[in-house]
């Protein structure tokens, strides 16, 4: 990962608007930090059956595995499940989110339009999956909306751990040029605005799970 990084910083400048600054040093040093906190991230996304928010993954939800309808009157299509298997699922939203959106140079209003998508998504689920209550509780959200943000601020860590490591070895400009309109291309592979907004968002959120870690550890010391 940190040979991979490194190739990234070498080769790429940010876009004009982007305020990613690859001189900082926690970006200067994010292959590294990816490298001693992959074991944390993965463990963090990898549920019991017991946990209360596992569920089934579909497990490469790319957009060009959603088919979309032309009207309201029948139902999107997912295909290839070779992945699929138990995790949570803000996996999959985290996933579909990266690969298919096309990013806001302004942060702000960047995190304020991914926020309404995740939200989107947990209201729509809401809807659809039952709410358990007692004598004791009131109804609530099936996927907390705290619990869910933080395991899709893991899974875009951990699906950004997999392009760095599978895809950005031997990433140029000009291989980035060369698939730009290849959709079953993950779009941070393809559009470099895109890519800085993930490496901006990654190096926040990588920021928070190391704080996190640290604490942990010094309560079991």
């Known amino acids: 990962m940190e040979e991979s990084w490194n190739n990234f910083l070498t080769q790429f400048e940010p876009p004009p608007g982007c305020i990613v600054s690859m001189i900082t040093p926690s970006v ?4 590294q930090r990816m490298f001693d ?29 959603v088919f979309l309808p032309h009207d309201d009157t029948k139902d999107v299509i997912m295909i290839d499940f070779a992945s699929i298997g138990m ?10 989110l990266i690969h298919a959106r096309m990013p806001n140079m302004d942060a702000g209003m960047e995190e304020e339009e991914e926020l309404r998508l995740v939200d989107w998504y947990l209201t729509e689920l809401e809807k659809y999956q039952k709410v358990y209550k007692n004598d004791q509780q009131q109804q609530q959200r099936p996927y907390p909306r705290d619990v869910a943000l933080r395991h899709y601020r893991l899974a875009a860590v951990d699906y950004f751990r997999f392009i760095l490591g599978r895809f950005w070895k031997g990433a140029t400009p000009e291989a980035f040029e060369s698939r730009q309109h290849n959709q079953n291309t993950v779009l941070v592979n393809r559009n ?27 309560r079991n010391e």
């Open 28 to 31: 200067q040093k994010l292959g």
């Open 37 to 65: 906190m992959a074991e944390y991230i993965s463990n963090e996304l990898s549920p019991q059956p017991t946990d209360p928010y596992v569920t089934i993954c579909h497990g490469d939800y790319k957009a060009m595995n």
């Open 87 to 96: 995790g949570y699922g803000m996996c999959d939203v985290a996933m579909h």
């Open 192 to 218: 470099i605005p895109a890519a800085f907004s993930l490496i901006r968002k990654v190096d926040k959120y990588l920021q928070e799970f190391e704080t996190e870690r640290n604490s942990k550890e010094g």
